[in-house]
Structure formats: C-alpha cells, structure tokens
T-cell receptor, first 115, second 110 residues
Framework: KAGVTQTPRYLIKTRGQQVTLSCSPISGHRSVSWYQQTPGQGLQFLFEYFSETQRNKGNFPGRFSGRQFSNSRSEMNVSTLELGDSALYLC??????????????FGEGSRLTVL | QKEVEQNSGPLSVPEGAIASLNCTYSDRGSQSFFWYRQYSGKSPELIMFIYSNGDKEDGRFTAQLNKASQYVSLLIRDSQPSDSATYLCAVVQGAQKLVFGQGTRLTINP
C-alpha cells in the first residue's frame, strides 16, 4: 500500500513568489492535514480537510491556503513568500472522520527554501 | 503558555537504561494523546496513543496519562541506540486539530 506522497520534495523560491505543494493521501484516507515544521517552532498545524471541506485551521496568515479535491488529493498554496516561510511542509492523512481515535500518517515533506 | 510543552532536550541516556519523556498540555478538555517518533531527516511516525488515565504498555514503551495534572509521559525501557530520535507529544484539541509539542531530542549512548 502506497504511503502519503508529497511533491515536490525540494524547492527554492525567492521572496514575493508563490508556491503550490501537492499531497496524495493513502488510498482510502479522506482526511488530509498540513503542518509546517521549523527548528524554532516545531510542528505547527496549518489546516485540515475532509471531503473537500476545510474543517480546521491553524494560526497562519491568509497567505497560506489549501484545498482538497474529490479524489482526496490536497494542495496548499503560499503566496507572497517571505524568508520566514522557509520550512519543511508536512502532509498527513488519516482514515477516520475524527482524530480522537485515528492516527496520522505523514508524507516525507516538501522542503521549501525562500531566498 | 504553549498548548503542548515538552523539554526540548537533548536528553542523553545510557544504553539499557530507562528514558523518561514528559509533556504537559493546556486544554483541560483534551481526550486523546499521542507520541510520535521522528528520526533525523524523516517524517514523524506514531508509536503510542493513550486515552484513559493510567498506564498503557506496548513492548518496551509505556505511556502514562494524568488528566488532573494535564501531564502525559513516555517511558522507554531497555533503551537502544536505535531509539535515538526526537519524540513528539501530540494532543487532540476539539475533534480535528492535532497539536504537537516542540519535541524532545533523545540520544541513547552505547
């Protein structure tokens, strides 16, 4: 069974540009969550989607957005990139409708560097 | 106050000893608690979850939960060099938001 797939794995952008990251969850998983991981802040929750609906959102500015498609694949977009957006962006999928009983399966991440 | 707090370490433990990792959380209504392990350069993977007060054992790992004190811990018995990793405590807030602590970096010394 294939795991969570994230593309691209590495990318370099300059300030002011925008970026789109893609995530394909494990087959059968309908929930996708996105996290930003940095050495200083750790893993920070961005948002979570289930059946194409955003169910929860973290404390990030509106420059960070996401969506989920009918096949459960998800994308996140960051516009007007800032140096501080340099991070590892992790996508995670889960099988259930509630995290209270389910676990997250993480992809290997997309490492974004903003110059 | 951070939602989930962990001592970032590094925590250094000799091989064969017990490693004790601690985590406190701020949301008294939290019901589900997870421990994830993250090897350097890899993504987090779930190793334990606990919902009820008390202890839960799985092999060399024991998770302990005390909701009154808002405290959850992970004990690793007979620590092995392969246990060297960052351990992330995670707490479900509401129904769909999993909040992670900063992680504790654990090093097992042969």
């Amino acid at each position: 069974k294939a795991g969570v797939t994230q593309t691209p794995r590495y990318l370099i952008k300059t300030r002011g540009q925008q970026v789109t990251l893609s995530c394909s969850p494990i087959s059968g998983h309908r929930s996708v969550s996105w996290y930003q991981q940095t050495p200083g802040q750790g893993l920070q929750f961005l948002f979570e989607y289930f059946s194409e609906t955003q169910r929860n959102k973290g404390n990030f500015p509106g420059r960070f957005s996401g969506r989920q498609f009918s096949n459960s694949r998800s994308e996140m977009n960051v516009s007007t990139l800032e140096l501080g957006d340099s991070a590892l962006y992790l996508c995670a999928s889960s099988i259930g409708t509630s995290l209270t009983t389910g676990e997250l399966f993480f992809g290997e991440g997309s490492r974004l560097t903003v110059l | 106050q951070k939602e989930v707090e962990q001592n970032s370490g590094p925590l250094s433990v000799p091989e064969g000893a017990i490693a004790s990792l601690n985590c406190t959380y701020s949301d008294r209504g939290s019901q589900s608690f997870f421990w994830y392990r993250q090897y350097s350069g890899k993504s987090p993977e779930l190793i334990m979850f606990i919902y009820s007060n008390g202890d839960k054992e799985d092999g060399r790992f024991t998770a302990q939960l005390n909701k009154a004190s808002q405290y959850v811990s992970l004990l690793i018995r007979d620590s092995q060099p392969s246990d060297s990793a960052t351990y992330l405590c995670a707490v479900v807030q509401g129904a769909q938001k999993l909040v992670f602590g900063q992680g504790t970096r654990l090093t097992i010394n042969p």
